[in-house]
Structure formats: C-alpha cells, structure tokens
C-alpha cells in the first residue's frame, strides 16, 4: 500500500518560515511527479506547488510564488516545502501528493495517491 506522510506543520508568526515535509513510501518514487495542496476550512482543496520527476521544473500557485519553494529528494523519497514569508492567508491543513505523469498539473485529480495532511496555522 502507498502511504505518503507529511510533517514539519505548526503555529508560526506572520512573516515567519516553516518547512514540510512528505516521505513517499513507492518503490517508483522517481517516476511520479510530486505536488503539494493545501485546504482551508470551507473551501476546496487547492495546488500550490508542484515538482517533476527529476526535479527540474517547477509549478507555483501565483499566491506563493516567490515566498515558497519545492524540492524533493530521490535518495530520501522525500519532498519538502519551504514557506518563507508566511501570511494569515496561508493558514491550511497541507497536503502532498504523487502524480504518475510527466506533466506538472495543478489538478487533485491528476494526483492518484496522497498524504493525510498536516496543519498550518499562521498568526497575525
């Protein structure tokens, strides 16, 4: 059974960083392109940032591009979240998840398995 688990979510500052983590328990990890998501309450599941398979190309939601950075690690199966500049805004349950396609999507359905989330809050 696939499991991916994230960690790393917390209570921070506005203006404060965090970094999450998702270990991606596949024995393909190399062939999945890797995407966070993030859920606030009431509203639906949206993409923030997305990684390819070699990690050579990119996605960003507009509203962190620039504040936040993907990266993965294929030795580790690991893809973290770097969150700089964080904002009330960013308040969310977090969410990775792994895409067999070469293509970066922003979609959650393109996603075929994902963690259960971990919960950032950002206070003002």
């Known amino acids: 059974q696939v499991q991916l688990v994230e960690s790393g979510g917390g209570l921070v500052q506005a203006g404060g960083s965090l970094t999450l983590s998702c270990v991606v328990d596949?024995?393909?990890?190399?062939?999945?392109?890797l995407g966070w998501f993030r859920q606030r309450p009431g509203t639906e599941r949206e993409f923030v940032a997305a990684?390819?398979?070699?990690?050579?190309?990119?996605l960003y939601a507009n509203s962190v591009k620039g504040r936040f950075t993907i990266s993965r690690d294929n030795a580790k199966i690991t893809v973290n979240l770097l969150m700089s500049g964080l904002k009330p805004e960013d308040t969310a349950v977090y969410y990775c998840?792994?895409?067999?396609?070469?293509?970066?999507?922003?979609?959650?359905?393109?996603?075929?398995?994902w963690g259960q989330g971990t919960q950032v809050t950002v206070s003002s």
């Open positions: 998840a792994a895409d067999p396609s070469r293509i970066l999507h922003e979609r959650t359905s393109d996603y075929i398995y």
């Open positions: 596949i024995n393909t990890f190399s062939i999945f392109s």
């Open positions: 990684i390819s398979r070699g990690g050579d190309a990119w």
